[in-house]
């Protein structure tokens, strides 16, 4: 299938579709460094730049029109201004690419806060013209710690598909027949679930047809898919510290190779004296801080996966008696690329690095919603 990318980054969409023999026939976007990046691992797919100007963009049929449109219009950091903001009308942007080419599958991408924002108005607009164009949707909010990254990182996804509505839903929703192999960890916990909230639909004489459809697949740290290509591997919760909560990450083996532990995989390599030392995630505004002095969370970590990695700050990890930041190389394996993704010149500096991956997708969750739109 050929596919349009916008707003897109480092193309998580496409490290996740490859194997599905997908096609990117264009990219859309405008960042010195991510726009780089693509060059470096896509030479003959076009960078199209500014998707604003789409009406004259020239392209071959598309079966698939993918993007996360900014977010910070849909945020408190971008003080909830919603479609009001410039940034928020890319959302209709995409609706405008949308009626041109016309593709039967539409997927977007944006953060929770899209949900409530101006009390959901804004959600609603943009569904509302999903449908007036004729296009059946779902939306959920998916977390990546549940596909085998350890990343506490929850994003809204709607998936459109032309006239139909319930092929949308199939992506989105589990069958029996569908269904990742998702095992349950030892406890369950009271605590986010990995889908939820979650609706689909058919726009129908200016009304959305809703039908609420939300789903606890075990919760808990451990409920995890590891992928068989994931480098970027589950955490391993200890509870046998009374000490503060924190987040602790098993070494990888010596080979590289994965290694399962019970139902759970190692991620870094924290050898020290031939002993296995805990590695405390730290989120990067709490680092020194005291704890009532707020953050992204308090302390650290209770009983979690890493905080949501973001474009303006470097989480920490400690471990023995020092603290460090993430390393990239650590960073594109909590989004699920392949090391040194981003490493893509000599002397490639660091810090545009951690801002494209705090801004891309998850790869693995997008890879099991290829997989989905594929087998539907």
């Known amino acids: 299938m050929n596919y349009l990318s916008v707003c897109s980054g480092i193309e998580a969409a496409t490290v996740a579709w490859h194997d599905l023999g997908w096609n990117p026939v264009g990219f859309s976007e405008i960042e010195k460094f991510p726009s780089e990046v693509l060059a470096h691992h896509y030479p003959n797919v076009p960078n199209l730049g500014d998707m604003t100007k789409y009406k004259e963009w020239n392209l071959d049929p598309i079966g698939l029109l993918v993007g996360g449109t900014p977010c910070q219009s849909f945020s408190v950091a971008g003080l909830r201004k919603g479609l009001d903001d410039p940034r928020g009308n890319l959302a209709l942007t995409y609706v405008g690419i949308l009626d041109k080419f016309r593709p039967k599958w539409c997927l977007w991408e944006n953060v929770p806060g899209v949900l409530s924002s101006n009390r959901g108005r804004d959600f609603g607009a943009?569904?509302?013209?999903?449908?007036?164009?004729?296009?059946?949707?779902?939306?959920?909010?998916?977390?990546?710690?549940?596909?085998?990254?350890?990343?506490?990182?929850?994003?809204?996804?709607?998936?459109?598909?032309?006239?139909?509505?319930?092929?949308?839903?199939?992506v989105l929703f589990e069958s029996e027949s569908l269904?990742?192999?998702?095992?349950?960890?030892?406890?369950?916990?009271?605590?986010?679930?990995?889908?939820?909230?979650?609706?689909f639909g058919?726009?129908?004489?200016?009304?959305?047809?809703?039908?609420?459809?939300?789903?606890?697949?075990?919760?808990?740290?451990?409920?995890?898919?590891?992928?068989?290509?994931?480098?970027?591997?589950?955490?391993?919760?200890?509870?046998?510290?009374?000490?503060?909560?924190?987040?602790?990450?098993?070494?990888?083996?010596?080979d590289g190779v994965p290694r399962i532990h019970g139902n759970l995989c190692p991620t870094l390599n924290t050898m020290q004296g031939g002993q296995r030392q805990p590695c405390v995630a730290l989120a990067e505004n709490t680092i020194g801080r005291k704890p009532q002095?707020?953050?992204?969370?308090?302390?650290?970590?209770?009983?979690?996966?890493?905080?949501?990695?973001?474009?303006?700050?470097?989480?920490?990890?400690?471990?023995?008696?020092?603290?460090?930041?993430?390393?990239?190389?650590?960073?594109?394996?909590?989004?699920?690329?392949?090391?040194?993704?981003?490493?893509?010149?000599?002397?490639?500096?660091?810090?545009?690095?951690?801002?494209?991956?705090?801004?891309?997708?998850?790869?693995?969750?997008?890879?099991?919603?290829?997989?989905?739109?594929?087998?539907v």
Not at 183 to 199: C, N, Y
Not at 211 to 221: E, I, K, N, V, Y
Not at 237 to 244: A, F, G, P, Q, S
């Open 202 to 254: 058919q726009y129908i004489q200016g009304v959305g047809t809703l039908r609420s459809a939300g789903g606890d697949l075990g919760g808990g740290s451990e409920t995890l898919y590891v992928p068989e290509t994931g480098k970027c591997l589950t955490t391993r919760i200890r509870n046998d510290y009374e000490t503060e909560n924190f987040v602790v990450f098993e070494p990888r083996s010596p």
């Open 293 to 375: 002095n707020g953050g992204n969370g308090d302390k650290f970590t209770e009983n979690g996966p890493m905080y949501t990695l973001n474009a303006t700050g470097v989480h920490g990890i400690n471990h023995g008696m020092a603290v460090r930041k993430l390393t990239t190389i650590e960073c594109e394996r909590l989004q699920g690329f392949p090391d040194n993704y981003t490493n893509i010149k000599e002397n490639c500096p660091d810090g545009p690095r951690y801002k494209a991956l705090g801004n891309s997708m998850a790869v693995p969750v997008m890879r099991w919603i290829g997989e989905r739109i594929e087998n």
């Open 126 to 170: 943009f569904l509302g013209a999903l449908g007036e164009l004729g296009y059946g949707w779902a939306y959920r909010v998916l977390d990546a710690q549940y596909f085998g990254v350890p990343q506490r990182r929850r994003r809204v996804f709607v998936v459109g598909c032309l006239g139909n509505w319930e092929s949308a839903a199939k």
């Open 179 to 199: 269904r990742r192999n998702i095992k349950k960890g030892r406890t369950k916990r009271q605590e986010t679930a990995a889908f939820t909230p979650s609706s």
